[in-house]
């Protein structure tokens, strides 16, 4: 298994909530800062949202503000993503990414150096 590894995706309808999870291990266990990116079919690579390990804070794209929540475990050392009101628009593989270094722009995806292979979410109309 790698060291970041998603798990959560599914099928579910418009209005619906998934719990995506990302389990960190190895070397991606203290990372400064984590985060979720999304690809839909046919488009770019998109920020979803980032916490910063020790203290929490958060970022968000517009896009998810209010519906998704960023959250960690420190315990478990497991990133979550908590989304509600789901749309059509929200499908996609949505990955967990992982970086050690710091100021960062968390919101951009070459910030990140160790990512997760992703997990499916399909959101039907």
């Known amino acids: 298994q790698g060291e970041l590894v998603e798990s959560g995706g599914g099928l579910v309808q418009a209005g619906d909530s998934l719990r995506l999870s990302c389990a960190a291990s190895?070397?991606?266990?203290?990372?400064?800062?984590m985060g979720w990116f999304r690809q839909a079919p046919g488009k770019e690579n998109e920020f979803v949202a980032a916490?910063?390990?020790?203290?929490?804070?958060?970022s968000y794209a517009d896009s998810v503000k209010g519906r998704f929540t960023i959250s960690r475990d420190n315990v478990k050392n497991t990133l979550y993503l908590q989304m509600n009101s789901l749309t059509p628009e929200d499908t996609a593989i949505y990955s967990c990414?992982?970086?050690?270094?710091?100021?960062?722009?968390?919101?951009?995806?070459?910030?990140?150096?160790?990512w997760g292979q992703g997990t499916q979410v399909t959101v039907s109309s």
């Open positions: 990414a992982a970086t050690k270094r710091y100021n960062i722009n968390v919101r951009a995806r070459a910030s990140f150096d160790i």
């Open positions: 190895g070397r991606t266990v203290g990372s400064y800062a």
């Open positions: 916490i910063i390990w020790f203290g929490g804070m958060t």
